[in-house]
């Protein structure tokens, strides 16, 4: 038996990164996974990939109507919600919205990745603490960022998104534990997570490497991390072993928030 046998999970954004390593780590300790996204190609795709413990459903984090008809549905089939992954997020660069900083940035760009990243986890905590509240217990795993503990030039909207997650993870947490109810709430934070997203910045040329070590000089650890190693922490989070874990936030970034870079030695 697995960490999380028999436990129900939905996976939001789960049609790659992140998401799906999630989506298959809970299934390899035995979870039966609902992987949802706005992509339904990739979120079958990875679906198919993790095989019969997963499954696929259509969800748009930002409309309150789809949050309803996927809870429901689970409720239906499955009786229960034991955990939710709150992971749907973009960063506010994918579509060419334009500058992200705090001067050139316009109110619809940070509308836009505010109603997905902000607005998206407002809904899934919501119908999450309605799907689990008949048990009186479950798990919420909110994803925010090492941006959203320190300030990001160039990406106001969202650092700013994701510190509002790392906020509304504790507010949840509490207002669960007042209620009486053993539903816990717990945010992690990743730092540089090698996933599809890198890819355009990255490129497959002979420069790929030195880029890479560019952009992880500041990391203590001096590498990207990788989507399975947030996955670990999320199986934890998700498991029984962490029943008194809640309004925690945990950091997953090489030691970027440790306080100061460690050199490697020189041998």
């Known amino acids: 038996m697995g960490r999380l046998a028999d436990k129900i999970v939905l996976v939001t954004g789960a049609g790659r990164g992140i998401g ?55 409720l239906g089939e499955h009786g229960r919600l034991d955990v939710l992954v709150n992971n749907a997020g973009i960063t506010g660069f994918e579509a060419d919205l334009g500058p992200q900083d705090p001067e050139r940035a ?17 809904l899934g905590c919501k119908h999450g603490i309605r799907a689990m509240r008949p048990r009186g217990s479950g798990s919420i795993i909110n994803l925010s960022s090492r941006s959203g503990v320190v300030g990001i030039p160039g990406a106001a909207a969202y650092a700013a998104s994701k510190a509002g997650i790392r906020n509304h993870t504790k507010t949840v947490a509490l207002y669960c534990a007042e209620q009486g109810l053993q539903i816990r709430c717990n945010s992690i934070h990743p ?30 650890l001096r590498r990207f991390g990788t989507p399975e190693e947030v996955a670990a922490v999320a199986v934890l989070l998700a498991s029984d072993e962490a029943t008194y ?18 050199a490697p030695s020189a041998d």
């Open 106 to 122: 316009s109110l619809d760009t940070w509308r836009a990745v505010h109603h997905t990243n902000l607005d998206g986890v407002f």
């Open 191 to 220: 730092g540089a997570i090698l996933t599809p997203m890198w890819e355009p910045v990255l490129g497959q040329g002979p420069e790929r490497e030195a880029r890479m070590s560019a952009f992880v000089s500041d990391t203590p």
């Open 20 to 74: 799906t390593a999630i989506a298959a780590s809970f299934a390899r300790e035995g979870a039966r996974v609902i992987l949802s996204d706005i992509d339904d190609v990739a979120g079958a795709a990875a679906a198919a990939r993790i095989g019969p413990p997963a499954a696929y459903r259509h969800l748009d984090v930002r409309e309150e109507s789809e949050w309803i008809a996927v809870i429901d549905a689970i």
């Open 245 to 262: 874990m809640t309004g925690a936030e945990l950091h997953i970034d090489g030691g970027l928030l440790a306080g100061s870079a460690a």
